[in-house]
């Protein structure tokens, strides 16, 4: 068996007309192939080896990509909810005012031998324009953006997955998209309400003894599916 080294990008996010396109490394990609397992007892409560039977395979893959430029980086469209094996679940922008921007995914894929059908329910997930060195006020509540630390920008799309008589996979489908954004900032004052549709979850303005007054929000929200 070779040996090999450095990051793959098994979801083909990277690369001239792809999603993240050429403003991107993909520094981790880990793909997890899990299987669902069942077995009984005996009569006196002992396992019974040859009932250990395992099913219903999946892949499920985490990746992780960081910019490799400074300046503001074009709005990004990702599709997934198609008729496709593969299915994204998630996408989450992390931001830092000392550091390059972040991109993490997560997303699963049901291999050939056990891949049923998705039913097409396509959407695009759209990540806004953002800096790829430092950090944005998506939400647009802060007096000044210079004054923001760090952000976060999450967006998510729900999969239901069901399996046929034998516990095999049978059908699924993706409905449910949500967007949370976290802002944190260097600021005394209470930041104000995003602007519809984004809903307030909280706001923080927490006071420690060793550094500037400082305030967060986290906002939600939701968005209609596919016509």
Same mark, same amino acid.
């Given at each position: 068996?070779?040996?090999?080294?450095?990051?793959?990008?098994?979801?083909?996010?990277?690369?001239?007309?792809?999603?993240?396109?050429t403003n991107f490394y993909c520094v981790r990609c880990v793909p997890t192939r899990a299987k669902e397992s069942a077995n009984e007892t005996n009569q006196?409560?002992?396992?019974?080896?040859?009932?250990?039977?395992?099913?219903?395979?999946?892949?499920?893959?985490?990746?992780?990509?960081v910019s490799k430029v400074r300046t503001e980086i074009s709005a990004i469209e990702i599709t997934t909810g198609s008729g496709d094996a593969m299915a994204?679940?998630?996408?989450?922008?992390?931001?830092?005012?000392?550091?390059?921007?972040?991109?993490?995914?997560?997303? !699963? @894929?049901?291999?050939?031998? #056990?891949? =049923? *059908? $998705? +039913?097409?329910?396509?959407?695009?997930?759209?990540?806004?324009?953002?800096?790829?060195?430092?950090?944005?006020?998506?939400?647009?509540?802060?007096?000044?953006?210079?004054?923001?630390?760090?952000?976060?920008?999450?967006?998510?799309?729900? !999969? @239901?997955?069901?399996?046929? #008589?034998? =516990? *095999? $996979? +049978?059908?699924?489908?993706?409905?449910?998209?949500?967007?949370?954004?976290?802002?944190?900032?260097?600021?005394?004052?209470?930041?104000?309400?995003?602007?519809?549709?984004?809903?307030?979850?909280?706001?923080?303005?927490?006071?420690?003894?060793? @550094?500037?007054?400082?305030?967060?929000?986290?906002?939600?929200?939701?968005?209609?599916?596919?016509?």
């Amino acid at each position: 068996m070779g040996k090999n080294y450095g990051a793959v990008d098994h979801l083909n996010m990277t690369g001239s007309g792809r999603p993240l396109g050429t403003n991107f490394y993909c520094v981790r990609c880990v793909p997890t192939r899990a299987k669902e397992s069942a077995n009984e007892t005996n009569q006196v409560g002992e396992y019974d080896p040859d009932t250990h039977h395992s099913f219903n395979e999946v892949i499920r893959y985490e990746a992780e990509y960081v910019s490799k430029v400074r300046t503001e980086i074009s709005a990004i469209e990702i599709t997934t909810g198609s008729g496709d094996a593969m299915a994204v679940e998630s996408v989450v922008l992390q931001q830092e005012n000392k550091k390059y921007a972040r991109i993490r995914m997560t997303a !699963h @894929e049901h291999p050939e031998q #056990n891949f =049923g *059908e $998705h +039913l097409d329910n396509e959407r695009t997930i759209t990540l806004p324009a953002f800096l790829g060195f430092g950090a944005n006020d998506h939400l647009g509540v802060f007096e000044s953006e210079l004054d923001v630390q760090r952000s976060e920008y999450n967006i998510t799309v729900g !999969h @239901e997955d069901d399996s046929n #008589n034998v =516990g *095999e $996979h +049978l059908v699924g489908r993706s409905q449910g998209e949500m967007h949370r954004v976290t802002v944190e900032a260097i600021t005394d004052e209470l930041p104000d309400e995003p602007t519809a549709p984004w809903k307030t979850e909280d706001r923080q303005t927490p006071r420690l003894n060793n @550094e500037q007054y400082r305030a967060s929000i986290t906002a939600s929200k939701l968005v209609a599916g596919p016509v």
